[in-house]
């Protein structure tokens, strides 16, 4: 057995995260050890957020990101505001630059304990989402399930931070739709060759949002972070909102930003629960800390 890398199991608005210190190793963390953990009830997981040392010069790690179904994603809010809080809380330091697949991200920890992870910049373009076809407006795209002539959702807006979503505005409560039934076929449909975060979202004002996400290789989940960025800048695009939202998903309320030079604010809390040690290649893991399971 490799020697065991330690690691946080924490939340961001109940988005389930394990923060894994792979600093100073050779070794990753296997989709197998991600699978294991996740099917633990104690450990399990949305998102495993894995530190490396860093690649790129001037930043402080790399971050790798593992959902529950060992599938790699491109970026994670929730966790990577868990990151920050980790590294804040054993460092000090109220600064830091990651680089991940969606490129580099500066985080800062504030006063109040809330953390803003600069999302980057969102993309539009149907190539970079990835969809399958061209679509010259990816604010609207045809798309829907249910019936032709009586969809349940239709029409979504799409867009990647990164990692795909697609945004099906709704009219009345999120909570009335049953994601869990269309959401898996939405991420798995041939329109999304990378599939897709699946989210349904109410504008209730010009500063706010309700919504639900079926994450990709995830499921639902009680919060998504980039899905609340993609939700915010789709809503801002179309003229559904300002570019200054108050988001509300289950598992609580993110401020999202998206400033004049494009890049995309993201404030929100995290929350460390416990602390273990597991094993990278099988996910065989040890408890550490007393805490919240
Ligand atoms: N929960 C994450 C996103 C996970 C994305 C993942 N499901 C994918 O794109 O494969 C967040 O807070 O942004």
Redesign the pocket.
Known sequence: MAELARFAKMN?LG?AIIVADMRGRSDRVTPDAARALAADQVTTF??IMAIYDPVVGGTDNYIEIL?CDG?Q???????TRCVVQALAAETGRKTFTFETKAGILTAEEHEDGRISVDMGKPRFGWKEIPLAEEFADTSRIELQVGPIDAPIVHSPSVASMG?PHAIFWVDGDVNEYELDRFGPLLENHPIFPEKA?ITIAQVTSPETLTMRTW????GL?L?????ACATAVSAARTGRTGRRVTVTLPGGDLEIYWREDDHVIMTGPAEWEFAGRFDPLTGDWQRETEGVA
């Open positions: 961001g988005n949305d998102q959902n599938t994603a491109q970026a994670c809010g929730n966790g990692n975060n994450e990709r290789g995830a989940t919060a998504c972070g980039s899905a």
